[in-house]
Protein backbone atom coordinates (compact mmCIF):
# COMPACT_ATOMS: atom_id res chain seq x y z
CA UNK A 1 0.00 0.00 0.00
CA UNK A 2 2.94 2.37 1.08
CA UNK A 3 4.43 2.00 -2.84
CA UNK A 4 0.91 2.39 -4.87
CA UNK A 5 0.78 5.85 -2.01
CA UNK A 6 4.13 6.80 -3.33
CA UNK A 7 3.86 6.31 -7.06
CA UNK A 8 -0.12 8.31 -6.55
CA UNK A 9 2.18 11.67 -4.56
CA UNK A 10 4.66 11.11 -7.68
CA UNK A 11 1.76 11.90 -10.01
CA UNK A 12 0.58 13.93 -7.93
CA UNK A 13 3.78 16.04 -7.89
CA UNK A 14 4.55 16.24 -11.52
CA UNK A 15 5.34 12.97 -12.89
CA UNK A 16 4.42 11.32 -15.94
CA UNK A 17 1.71 8.61 -14.73
CA UNK A 18 -1.95 9.42 -15.23
CA UNK A 19 -4.62 9.31 -12.84
CA UNK A 20 -8.32 8.44 -13.18
CA UNK A 21 -11.48 9.53 -10.76
CA UNK A 22 -11.26 5.99 -9.36
CA UNK A 23 -8.04 7.03 -7.81
CA UNK A 24 -9.64 9.30 -5.84
CA UNK A 25 -9.32 7.21 -2.52
CA UNK A 26 -5.41 6.73 -2.98
CA UNK A 27 -4.88 10.34 -3.73
CA UNK A 28 -6.56 11.33 -0.43
CA UNK A 29 -5.01 8.88 1.42
CA UNK A 30 -1.47 9.51 0.27
CA UNK A 31 -1.98 13.55 0.85
CA UNK A 32 -2.97 12.32 4.68
CA UNK A 33 -0.07 10.07 4.89
CA UNK A 34 2.59 12.88 3.12
CA UNK A 35 0.71 15.63 5.33
CA UNK A 36 -0.02 13.83 8.74
CA UNK A 37 -0.28 17.09 10.57
CA UNK A 38 -2.31 18.73 8.27
CA UNK A 39 -6.22 18.63 9.33
CA UNK A 40 -8.56 18.33 6.61
CA UNK A 41 -11.90 19.69 5.98
CA UNK A 42 -14.46 17.99 3.62
CA UNK A 43 -15.83 19.87 0.76
CA UNK A 44 -19.53 19.34 2.21
CA UNK A 45 -18.37 20.80 5.29
CA UNK A 46 -16.86 23.63 3.96
CA UNK A 47 -20.15 24.30 1.67
CA UNK A 48 -22.15 23.98 5.31
CA UNK A 49 -19.65 26.44 7.08
CA UNK A 50 -19.60 28.81 4.13
CA UNK A 51 -23.59 28.83 3.98
CA UNK A 52 -23.63 29.96 7.55
CA UNK A 53 -22.38 33.81 7.35
CA UNK A 54 -23.78 34.51 10.68
CA UNK A 55 -20.32 32.21 11.49
CA UNK A 56 -16.87 33.20 11.96
CA UNK A 57 -15.98 32.73 8.00
CA UNK A 58 -12.83 31.16 7.35
CA UNK A 59 -10.17 33.22 4.74
CA UNK A 60 -10.22 30.83 1.76
CA UNK A 61 -6.42 31.05 -0.13
CA UNK A 62 -6.35 29.29 -3.59
CA UNK A 63 -2.89 27.62 -3.84
CA UNK A 64 -2.49 27.30 -7.52
CA UNK A 65 -0.59 29.66 -10.08
CA UNK A 66 -2.65 32.88 -11.25
CA UNK A 67 -3.55 31.15 -14.70
CA UNK A 68 -5.39 28.30 -12.92
CA UNK A 69 -6.75 30.86 -10.33
CA UNK A 70 -8.32 33.14 -13.25
CA UNK A 71 -10.49 30.21 -14.83
CA UNK A 72 -12.42 29.45 -11.59
CA UNK A 73 -12.15 29.50 -8.09
CA UNK A 74 -14.42 29.60 -4.75
CA UNK A 75 -15.96 33.38 -4.50
CA UNK A 76 -13.83 35.22 -1.99
CA UNK A 77 -10.56 33.19 -2.44
CA UNK A 78 -7.74 35.28 -2.81
CA UNK A 79 -4.91 33.90 -5.07
CA UNK A 80 -1.55 32.73 -3.22
CA UNK A 81 0.94 31.76 -5.09
CA UNK A 82 2.19 27.83 -4.12
CA UNK A 83 5.48 27.15 -2.66
CA UNK A 84 8.05 24.53 -4.54
CA UNK A 85 9.18 21.32 -2.38
CA UNK A 86 12.77 23.02 -2.09
CA UNK A 87 11.15 26.23 0.05
CA UNK A 88 12.28 26.06 3.64
CA UNK A 89 9.18 27.10 6.43
CA UNK A 90 11.32 30.17 6.85
CA UNK A 91 11.38 31.79 3.88
CA UNK A 92 9.19 34.50 2.92
CA UNK A 93 6.51 33.52 0.95
CA UNK A 94 5.94 34.68 -2.63
CA UNK A 95 2.79 37.56 -2.66
CA UNK A 96 2.24 36.09 1.28
CA UNK A 97 -1.02 37.24 1.47
CA UNK A 98 -0.86 36.36 5.47
CA UNK A 99 1.45 39.45 5.55
CA UNK A 100 -1.21 41.80 6.79
CA UNK A 101 -1.63 40.70 10.59
CA UNK A 102 -3.58 37.87 10.36
CA UNK A 103 -4.59 36.60 13.62
CA UNK A 104 -2.68 33.27 14.19
CA UNK A 105 -5.68 31.45 14.82
CA UNK A 106 -7.67 32.48 12.24
CA UNK A 107 -9.34 30.16 10.61
CA UNK A 108 -8.08 29.35 7.37
CA UNK A 109 -8.37 27.07 4.86
CA UNK A 110 -6.32 26.26 1.59
CA UNK A 111 -7.03 24.38 -1.72
CA UNK A 112 -5.75 23.87 -4.42
CA UNK A 113 -6.34 21.22 -7.70
CA UNK A 114 -6.47 18.38 -5.30
CA UNK A 115 -5.01 19.16 -2.51
CA UNK A 116 -0.83 18.58 -2.56
CA UNK A 117 0.27 22.31 -2.87
CA UNK A 118 -2.66 23.13 -0.14
CA UNK A 119 -1.21 20.50 2.25
CA UNK A 120 2.01 22.03 1.53
CA UNK A 121 1.44 25.49 2.15
CA UNK A 122 -0.87 24.18 5.45
CA UNK A 123 2.40 22.53 6.45
CA UNK A 124 4.12 25.58 6.28
CA UNK A 125 1.84 28.24 7.74
CA UNK A 126 1.85 25.78 10.86
CA UNK A 127 5.04 25.53 10.75
CA UNK A 128 4.84 29.77 11.18
CA UNK A 129 2.56 29.04 13.98
CA UNK A 130 -0.77 29.41 12.50
CA UNK A 131 -2.89 27.08 14.80
CA UNK A 132 -6.44 26.97 12.35
CA UNK A 133 -5.00 25.96 9.24
CA UNK A 134 -6.82 22.90 7.20
CA UNK A 135 -6.76 21.90 3.68
CA UNK A 136 -9.88 21.20 1.40
CA UNK A 137 -9.58 17.64 1.08
CA UNK A 138 -10.04 16.97 -2.67
CA UNK A 139 -9.62 20.53 -3.65
CA UNK A 140 -11.08 22.40 -6.24
CA UNK A 141 -11.46 19.07 -8.32
CA UNK A 142 -13.97 17.38 -5.63
CA UNK A 143 -15.81 20.90 -5.05
CA UNK A 144 -16.40 20.68 -8.92
CA UNK A 145 -16.86 17.00 -9.52
CA UNK A 146 -19.88 17.80 -7.05
CA UNK A 147 -21.30 21.08 -8.99
CA UNK A 148 -20.46 23.05 -5.92
CA UNK A 149 -20.38 26.99 -7.28
CA UNK A 150 -17.24 29.15 -8.81
CA UNK A 151 -16.37 32.19 -10.22
CA UNK A 152 -14.02 33.09 -13.05
CA UNK A 153 -11.98 36.04 -12.51
CA UNK A 154 -14.57 38.51 -13.26
CA UNK A 155 -16.56 36.85 -10.50
CA UNK A 156 -19.00 35.75 -13.41
CA UNK A 157 -20.74 31.77 -12.12
CA UNK A 158 -18.49 29.15 -14.14
CA UNK A 159 -17.94 25.36 -14.05
CA UNK A 160 -15.17 24.95 -15.63
CA UNK A 161 -11.50 24.12 -13.64
CA UNK A 162 -8.42 24.36 -14.91
CA UNK A 163 -6.99 20.54 -15.57
CA UNK A 164 -3.46 21.36 -13.95
CA UNK A 165 -1.43 19.04 -16.02
CA UNK A 166 -1.99 16.08 -17.86
CA UNK A 167 -1.67 13.31 -15.19
CA UNK A 168 -4.09 14.62 -13.09
CA UNK A 169 -6.94 15.72 -15.47
CA UNK A 170 -8.18 12.34 -14.93
CA UNK A 171 -9.50 13.21 -11.57
CA UNK A 172 -11.67 16.18 -12.99
CA UNK A 173 -14.70 15.03 -14.58
CA UNK A 174 -14.45 15.63 -18.33
CA UNK A 175 -17.29 18.23 -18.43
CA UNK A 176 -15.35 20.72 -15.92
CA UNK A 177 -12.44 20.88 -17.59
CA UNK A 178 -11.22 23.80 -19.27
CA UNK A 179 -9.26 24.00 -22.34
CA UNK A 180 -6.81 26.66 -21.13
Not at 1 to 11: D, F
Not at 27 to 44: C, H
Not at 162 to 177: M, T
Amino acid sequence: MKIVVGLVLSVVAGCSLSLEADDWPMVKEGIRLRFPQVRQISTAQLASWLAHPDTLQPLLFDVRATQEYAISHLRGARQMSPVQDEALPNEPLQDDPLAGGIALDRPIVLYCSVGYRSARMAEMLQERGYTNVVNLEGSLFTWANESRPLVDAQGRSTTLVHPYDEACSGLLDPPFRSSE
